[in-house]
């Protein structure tokens, strides 16, 4: 395999290096408006799916998933949907009784 002949064929670390050669995301890109604690620099939205610094934004799409899946987005982007509609429900709800 290019890029994996520094270690010896058919050894573990030989495989570990094709495995990471060959993995593709077949442009199911995540990660791209991650995910994570405020003082995580590379985080761009909350557990709430909130924007850092913006208000009244959300990002629901896999782009909040913080690393690379081995499978196909479709059902995690659908979970993110709807913990997106659980979240502004309630946050919702709580405005109304406010009032």
Known sequence: MPGCELYEFDSD???RCCLRTLGVT????????????PHDP????NHE????????L????????PFALGAH????????GEKAADI?????GELKSSL
């Open 58 to 65: 959300r990002v629901a799409d896999c782009s909040v998933i």
């Open 42 to 45: 590379g985080a761009v939205v």
């Open 26 to 37: 077949l442009h199911h890109q995540v990660g791209t408006a991650k995910m994570g604690p």
């Open 73 to 80: 987005t479709n059902a995690p982007a659908t979970m993110v």
């Open 49 to 56: 799916l909130k924007v850092y610094g913006i208000g009244r």
């Open 13 to 15: 670390d030989y495989w």
């Open 88 to 92: 502004i429900k309630a946050n919702w």
